[in-house]
């Protein structure tokens, strides 16, 4: 992976206190949508459960970098798929 590459994260999300990793996905330049396999296989298994005491939203995209980071992997930013998110 390019060190230049964006990553989305997709989640699951009840909407109140509970939020899991389900997937990262990057876009190519044509705007095609490729899931990492590398890098949702380090993070699939990340889940809140509201008592991060904090931000859901920040708590998760810290966790995921922090993971990815530790793993070695590469990449630019990371947003999420969820809009909510990244505000």
Request: with cysteine; hydrophobic share 30%.
């Amino acid at each position: 992976m390019a060190p230049d590459t964006d990553f989305y994260i997709r989640t699951q999300y009840d909407g109140k206190d509970l939020m899991s990793v389900q997937e990262i996905y990057y876009i190519d330049e044509d705007g095609d949508e490729h899931i990492s396999e590398q890098a949702t296989k380090i993070c699939v298994g990340i889940n809140s459960c509201g008592d991060q005491g904090t931000d859901l939203w920040s708590w998760l995209r810290e966790t995921v970098e922090l993971r990815l980071k530790g793993e070695g992997v590469l990449f630019q930013d990371l947003f999420f798929e969820d809009e909510r998110g990244n505000q």
